[in-house]
């Protein structure tokens, strides 16, 4: 009742609150009346399928709303069929997070077919939700039709090589994405490969998060992917805990030599050891754009480390450096 009187507020977190279904219902009608609120924060509320079918049927209403986290609401494939089809309709909204609502195959689908209509949406979240190889395929095949979009999350969805090298394929038809977080996906070494390649082609991707998949001792990807950056615009590469080691450190090493358009590199929990340490303090002796890099538990040692110190006294634009847990 207060939403539907306020004239003022613009922002509302209503985050852990149990709300569930009836409480999804109530906001519901409000958002049908509310013409000033802009972001709505629902996280883990447990809204359910049916809470999540109230709040899709006010978003065909609503003409205000730009921001809206349903995060760990159990909307599930319903739920997400049912946002999908008010995507179709709302023309507002630019920010949708669904992490965490087990929204399955079936709901990646439909927001898919969704995103081939809509034309605002610009940052969609769908974290942790089995989307599979088929939700994978799906919105790989959305991504080659829309032009908005420029922030997909879809770390943990088990997209699988298949789902991976989909996605790869749209890169090369996709001219608006520039955030793209394939973490933790099976995507295998094979997948690696095709999402290198479209990355020659891609020149607006700027963000690419590759971390915990199952690239391990793969030295001849690590140099693809070196050459790969020589060409590409990415500024930002997370090779995360996929158990590189030093002869991968050497050649990431030779690409900071040459790359001019890296500004990030997180190479956390990887196997790079005292010798891929001084291998990369060489680097960033003759690098300079980079200026933030991660080798957080890589087990340098004291020679890596010292190697390290003495690129500091050299480099002048690294302003973020984690060796924490290096020994």
């Known amino acids: 009742?207060?939403?539907?009187?306020?004239?003022?507020?613009?922002?509302?977190?209503?985050?852990?609150?149990?709300?569930?279904?009836?409480?999804?219902?109530?906001?519901?009608?409000?958002l049908c009346k509310n013409t000033t609120l802009t972001i709505l924060i629902l996280k883990n509320n447990n809204l359910g399928s049916e809470g999540g079918r109230m709040i899709s049927d006010a978003l065909c209403e609503n003409t205000t709303l730009i921001s809206l986290?349903?995060?760990s609401n159990e909307l599930g494939s319903e739920g997400g069929k049912a946002l999908a089809s008010a995507l179709c309709t709302n023309s507002t909204l630019k920010y949708l997070n669904l992490t965490s609502n087990n929204l399955k195959s079936e709901g990646g689908k439909a927001l898919a077919s969704a995103l081939c209509t809509n034309s605002t949406l610009k940052d969609l979240n769908l974290t942790n939700n089995n989307l599979e190889s088929g939700g994978g395929k799906a919105l790989a095949s959305a991504l080659c039709v829309n032009i908005t979009l420029i922030s997909l999350n879809l770390e943990s969805n088990n997209l699988g090589s298949e789902g991976g090298k989909a996605l790869a394929y749209a890169l090369y038809n996709n001219s608006s994405v520039t955030f793209l977080n394939l973490r933790s996906n099976n995507l295998e070494l094979n997948c690696g490969y095709a999402l290198v390649e479209a990355l020659c082609k891609n020149n607006t991707l700027k963000n690419l998060d590759l971390r915990d998949n199952d690239f391990r001792?793969?030295?001849?990807?690590?140099?693809?992917?070196?050459d790969t950056l020589c060409k590409n615009t990415l500024t930002s590469l997370d090779l995360r805990s996929n158990g590189l080691g030093s002869k991968e450190g050497k050649v990431l090493a030779d690409v900071l030599c040459k790359v001019t358009t890296l500004t990030s590199l997180d190479l956390y929990d990887n196997k790079l050891?005292?010798?891929?340490?001084?291998?990369?303090?060489?680097?960033?002796?003759?690098?300079?754009?980079?200026?933030?890099?991660?080798l957080q538990k890589n087990e340098l040692g004291s020679d890596g480390g010292k190697a390290l110190a003495d690129a500091l006294c050299r480099n002048s634009t690294l302003s973020f450096l984690d060796l924490e847990n290096n020994n």
Do not use: H, I, Q, W
Not at 4 to 9: A, D, E
Not at 217 to 225: C, D, H, I, W, Y
Not at 278 to 283: E, F, G, R, S, Y
């Open 1 to 30: 009742m207060a939403l539907r009187k306020n004239t003022v507020l613009t922002s509302l977190n209503l985050s852990s609150n149990y709300l569930g279904p009836f409480g999804g219902k109530a906001l519901s009608e409000t």
């Open 69 to 71: 986290n349903l995060d």
């Open 217 to 226: 001792g793969k030295e001849a990807f690590v140099e693809t992917v070196v």
């Open 273 to 294: 050891g005292s010798e891929g340490g001084k291998a990369l303090a060489v680097a960033l002796c003759k690098n300079s754009t980079l200026t933030s890099l991660n």
